[in-house]
């Protein structure tokens, strides 16, 4: 690779340069290589997004590339700065760039207005050239109604934005986004990926993102994809899309389940990825697949029709080309096989009417009815501030009800909830289980906890490790798990006492495409043996494995049914296909119209 001129005169000149780079840390004694000789160009003015799994070394090399770290080996050019010479000239890059981490540090207890303030003072921004930036910026994201407002009470999303304006305050030339759209909702996310694009339309600013949301790959100019501490592809999405050109397929079977489907097409030779997608399976295949006689005699009468692909498709059969024959995003969970309670296939394990949770004055929640019927999938949605985890909170006991009937496993949650408890899994939204305790500590705490003892204990603490592939990490600190890791531990933690309905809060929030399949793999199986699921999420994709879904806003119900018929509600001739965030956005615009004009 060609030398960079050390200087940002040359309008076409890349905003970062990564010349066989190494980083490595020491973590307990033992050496992680982060990045192993990455070499690459990020071209100026245009989205760039950098995509790969947990551990793929993103997060190292968006610190290197602000100076926040120093390579072991190699060289790094920003805006045209040597930033790894001894002259410190990472300093001068500084006011240069805009750095938002996965975790930005806003000041809950200061206002909209004190955080923005405070960044201008740490950035050196004149008093005087303030006001006019400010204006244009909470414009931008919606925020010029709450600059009074306590950054703590913002939601979300809300969040996110101030976080991403206050990066912004100082006009910078290139900007590096670590996920920033972890945990927000559609409608934020749709605006947070608006105010990107106004910065290199209207700005001209260039701007690397990292994500683990492989559509917003679709919205980059370009990506780089990282596998294992190494870049593995750099070019326009469609590139990597056109890869797997007449290799994606729709399967639906008659009389099937189709998470019986997906299960059965996962284990097929040539098949890459099957995952559920509204009432069918979506397949990504070897070039040479055909679907052996002996699955179709299994299946029975099956329906398969050529989709279009996306950039999911070609970067799981990248990945699948290097890792080979291994199964990635597979489950390994093995179950205790209960016997099918066929004669209450269409049993009410939960049921909600009129249910509604009042803050003082306030109405969070207000009068919904529901009901979610044994063994399925039902999913929770709305925007940040919807009510949904007031509702979900209210469903596990862990908020009292105000108003209203809210019945699970045939217990009154608001007379007997501690009743109810013995029979419910709960996973929260962050990791909550112990940092500073092990992995195995953790296990024999929680298994504790759901009166598990002796024997049966340790049948139970030995199913987690075997199942979710714990046992490298059994003696290492929960706090120190890969993301993916403490996700398949808080799952089995939930499952210790093998639970008749499992309540899920957001429990792929921020993992990777893989992780993400792994862990639906898990439920799905659960489902299939007659576990109740009900989950919240912000991921629209995800909600396709749902059966079921629930869309709330403002603390009521928009509209209920499966995944199919909620995308029919935003049919029209412009959209004939609309996806299930195309119609999650268009009822909540329905929604704000009708607020407005009444």
Not at 103 to 119: A, S
Request: hydrophobic residues 40%.
């Amino acid at each position: 690779m060609e030398t960079v001129s050390s200087t940002t005169s040359n309008a076409n000149a890349p905003v970062l340069v990564f010349e066989d780079v190494y980083k490595s840390f020491l973590l307990k004694q033992k050496k992680i290589h982060a990045l192993k000789g990455v070499t690459f160009q990020v071209k100026p003015g245009i989205v760039t997004g950098l995509i790969g799994l947990d551990g793929a070394g993103k997060t190292t090399l968006m610190r290197l590339a602000t100076g926040l770290l120093i390579p072991d080996k190699g060289k790094i050019e920003t805006l045209g700065v040597n930033i790894t010479s001894d002259n410190n000239d990472s300093i001068i890059i500084q006011s240069k760039i805009g750095y938002m981490p996965q975790r930005f540090g806003l000041y809950e207890d200061l206002t909209v207005q004190e955080n923005m303030d405070l960044f201008a003072d740490l950035q050196g921004i004149p008093v005087s050239h303030r006001r006019q930036r400010y204006d244009s910026l909470l414009h931008m994201a919606g925020l010029k109604p709450f600059t009074s407002r306590l950054a703590g009470r913002l939601s979300g999303g809300m969040k996110q934005k101030l976080g991403l304006i206050c990066t912004l305050v100082s006009r910078p030339e290139f900007l590096l986004l670590d996920e920033p759209t972890v945990g927000v909702d559609p409608v934020s996310r749709r605006e947070l990926w608006q105010i990107i694009y106004h910065l290199v339309d209207e700005e001209k600013a260039s701007v690397l993102i990292s994500t683990s949301y492989l559509d917003e790959a679709e919205r980059c100019a370009e990506v780089l994809l990282m596998h294992k501490g190494k870049i593995i592809g750099q070019d326009k999405p469609s590139y990597f899309t056109n890869q797997v050109q007449g290799r994606t397929f729709l399967v639906k079977a008659t009389g099937m389940s189709k998470r019986n489907l997906q299960q059965i097409l996962h284990k097929v030779p040539g098949v890459i990825d099957a995952i559920i997608f509204g009432s069918g399976v979506r397949l990504v295949t070897e070039s040479d697949f055909s679907l052996p006689d002996a699955v179709k005699n299994k299946v029975g009468e099956l329906h398969i029709e050529p989709i279009a692909p996306r950039f999911e498709d070609g970067f799981m059969a990248l990945l699948k080309s290097i890792e080979g024959e291994k199964r990635l995003g597979t489950s390994s969970l093995k179950l205790t096989k209960k016997k099918k309670d066929t004669d209450h296939s269409d049993k009410k394990v939960i049921v909600v009417k009129n249910l509604s949770r009042k803050f003082g004055d306030f109405y969070a929640v207000k009068n919904i009815s529901f009901y979610v019927k044994k063994a399925e999938v039902f999913g929770l949605l709305g925007a940040n501030g919807a009510g949904k985890t007031t509702t979900f909170r209210m469903l596990c006991g862990l908020l009292p009800v105000s108003e209203g009937i809210a019945e699970v496993a045939g217990t009154d949650m608001r007379t007997a909830p501690s009743e109810a408890r013995s029979k419910i899994g709960y996973m929260a939204q962050r990791f909550s289980l112990y940092g500073n305790l092990t992995v195995m500590q953790n296990l024999k705490f929680f298994s504790t906890a759901y009166g598990l003892a002796g024997k049966r204990r340790k049948e139970r603490v030995k199913w987690a490790i075997d199942s979710f592939a714990l046992g490298p990490y059994v003696d290492q600190n929960s706090e120190d798990l890969p993301l993916g890791f403490k996700q398949r531990l808080a799952l089995a933690a939930a499952l210790m006492h093998e639970p008749e309905i499992l309540f899920l809060d957001e429990p792929t929030s921020g993992v990777d495409p893989f992780a993400r399949r792994e862990f639906w793999d898990h439920i799905n199986q659960l489902a299939e043996n007659g576990v109740t699921i009900l989950v919240t999420t912000h991921f629209m994709e995800e909600a396709e494995f749902c059966d079921r879904i629930v869309i709330m806003a403002n603390g009521q119900i928009l509209t209920i049914g499966s995944p199919e018929e909620i995308k029919a509600q935003a049919r029209t001739k412009d959209l004939p296909e609309p996806t299930l965030e195309d119609a999650f956005i268009a009822l909540l615009e329905k929604r704000t119209e009708i607020a407005e004009a009444a």
